[in-house]
Every structure is written in structure tokens, then in C-alpha cells.
């Protein structure tokens, strides 16, 4: 690894500790470069802005989700174990939603919407290939995988992480999986408690 490359991953590395212990609104530019020792040139040399920082830190953690996921689809766990493991990894841990929460910050919008896509693309390959072993095995019945996997996640994600949803937006998104994967019924009922609830509305 050159020089310069090693210096950026130990930036990184500072700025994702101070991201997650202070938070990132609360850290300064002039703190990581302090924590770091060096030059505030040598920080704008890697990153033009706290912002591109925070995108290459969030970067960094999906790569290392992404490696976890792999690790993951060569087990010998069953195919639906695989696919609960591969969507548990590629999230952020708890002690680092203060990162994830940046993400909704109004400024971040832009930022937000490219880091959506890029886990997209990242975790509909690793799905695939699942989902793919899943129909070898008789458990799906499908073709164009793919394509069946990238809708299936944009729909996830504009109805689960987009704001208010219900009981019946679970079961409807459950039901239609298992046709869109050609799956018997109650085969994808594990997605359930892969669902964050803390958006779901409240039925008195």
C-alpha cells in the first residue's frame, strides 16, 4: 500500500472513531486534524470537505458488510438463513447509527441518495446468487434474478425505511415476494423480524 493510501485509511479510521464517539455534527475538521497530527493541508489533500469524509467513512463500513455477507454465502447454513445473515450484515451495528443518522441530515440529502444506491448494487449481486442456490434447491422457481432482487430492495427500502408503514404493508410486501420468487407461502415469513419496527404505525 503507498504512503499516501495508508495515511487516508488511518484519516478514516480517526474520523469513524470520532464519528461514532461524539457524533458527527459535534466533530470538527480541526479536531480530526488535531487527533491526527498532522497539516490541515494533508486533510484537504484526501478530502475536500467533513461531507466526502463522511461518505468514504460510510463507504468503508459497506465494504466491510459486504465482506461479511461473502463470508456468509459460503456456509452451509440453509438458503433462507443465508439470506436473513446477508441482509443483517449489510447494516450499520448500533453503536454506529450515530453515523447511519447523519445520513438523514436535510444537508446530506444528496449523500444519502447515493449511498442507498450503492448498497443497492452491492447487496443485489450477493441476494442473486442466494436466491440463485435457493431455486438449484427447488425453494424458488424464477428467472431473471437479478432484476426480480434490485425490485424487490428498492421496494423494501421506499416502504420501509421512507417513513410511517403498517402491519398490512408487511404481510403485503411478504406475500409478494414469495410470488415474485415463485416461493410457496410462508417460505419468506422470516422477513418479518429483519423489519425494523420502530416507523410502523400503531393500530389503537
Known sequence: MKKGEKRKK?????????FLTQGYEDTSV???IEKAQIAKGTYYYHFESKEQMLEEVI???????TEMAKQII?????VPQ???GIITSIKPTEEEQPIQNALFQPENVLMHHKVRKK???????????VIKEGVDEGIFKCDNIPERVKMLLIISDGTFNEGKFSEQDIS????MTEKLLGAEKGTMSFIYNLIDKS???VVE
Open 119 to 129: 448498497l443497492i448494487n452491492v447487496v443485489t449481486p450477493l441476494l442473486s446468487e
Open 30 to 32: 480541526d479536531e480530526i
Open 172 to 175: 403485503v410486501f411478504i406475500d
Open 59 to 65: 463507504d468503508m463500513m459497506i465494504d466491510n458488510e
Open 82 to 84: 443465508k439470506i436473513v
Open 10 to 18: 488511518e484519516l478514516l479510521k480517526i474520523g469513524y472513531d470520532m
Open 74 to 78: 459460503k456456509t452451509d447454513i440453509p
Open 199 to 201: 416507523d410502523m404505525e
